[in-house]
């Protein structure tokens, strides 16, 4: 009888590790999924200001007397924004940062080019113009929100798999901590503004 008890036990025991193993590493898929569906999403909204871009700088051309400089500068940090591609499984610090410095390239020249935009009075009345200049503000919002999501997705993964033991179960099945999108360096110094 004693030897059916420690059998019972046993599988008792047995059965409970592997629900408790079953759930945990479930539960790291489906947050590590999360995190991917977040990064999907930033790409997303990328990939839209790209578009965006292209069509603004072809309604721009339209203006003879445009500043071709600024133009070539948009189109370049475009083409250089599109070669930089990250791996939603391998998001390490490096190739993140390697990322946001070539969006960061993008947003700068984008800036350039619609603050020229304000000394030609014409381009500024075009209303693909206007349409575009309006779609890329709302396109910069919704990149900042699916940033800040694909973040509380990386917090909520990292978070799981950090607590114990559930960081064993993960460190046997090799998942990693998923980086995070950072403030660029010029966010830490505050404009001068001078009236």
Same mark, same amino acid.
């Given at each position: 009888?004693?030897?059916?008890?420690? /059998?019972?036990?046993?599988? =008792?025991?047995?059965?409970? =590790?592997?629900?408790?193993?079953?759930?945990?590493?479930?539960?790291?898929?489906?947050?590590?999924?999360? &995190?991917? !569906?977040?990064?999907?999403?930033?790409?997303?909204?990328?990939?839209?200001?790209?578009?965006?871009? @292209?069509?603004?700088?072809?309604? &721009?051309?339209?203006?003879?007397?445009?500043?071709?400089?600024?133009?070539?500068? /948009?189109?370049?940090?475009?083409? !250089?924004?599109?070669? &930089?591609?990250?791996?939603?499984?391998?998001?390490?610090?490096?190739?993140?940062?390697?990322?946001?410095?070539?969006?960061?390239?993008?947003?700068?020249?984008?800036?350039?080019?619609?603050? /020229?935009?304000?000394?030609?009075? @014409?381009?500024?009345?075009?209303?693909?113009?206007?349409?575009?200049?309006?779609?890329?503000?709302?396109?910069?919002?919704?990149?900042?929100?699916?940033?800040?999501?694909?973040?509380?997705?990386?917090?909520?993964?990292?978070?799981?798999?950090?607590?114990?033991?559930?960081?064993?179960?993960?460190?046997?099945?090799?998942?990693?901590?998923?980086?995070?999108? !950072?403030?660029? @360096?010029?966010?830490?110094?505050?404009?001068? &503004?001078?009236?």
């Amino acid at each position: 009888m004693k030897k059916w008890i420690t /059998v019972g036990i046993l599988v =008792l025991l047995a059965f409970s =590790l592997y629900l408790f193993i079953k759930n945990a590493y479930n539960k790291i898929v489906t947050l590590d999924e999360g &995190v991917k !569906k977040a990064w999907s999403d930033v790409e997303t909204q990328y990939q839209r200001r790209l578009d965006l871009i @292209d069509n603004l700088v072809n309604t &721009v051309k339209g203006y003879a007397n445009f500043e071709q400089t600024t133009l070539t500068n /948009v189109v370049e940090a475009r083409a !250089k924004a599109t070669q &930089v591609t990250v791996d939603p499984t391998n998001l390490t610090p490096e190739k993140l940062q390697e990322f946001q410095a070539a969006q960061s390239q993008m947003s700068s020249a984008l800036g350039r080019l619609l603050a /020229v935009a304000e000394n030609y009075p @014409d381009l500024k009345a075009n209303q693909n113009f206007l349409e575009l200049q309006a779609q890329l503000e709302g396109t910069e919002n919704r990149i900042a929100k699916a940033r800040t999501d694909f973040n509380t997705a990386s917090q909520n993964y990292n978070t799981n798999i950090r607590h114990f033991p559930v960081n064993l179960l993960a460190s046997v099945f090799g998942f990693q901590s998923k980086s995070y999108f !950072k403030a660029d @360096d010029a966010a830490a110094t505050a404009p001068k &503004v001078q009236f």
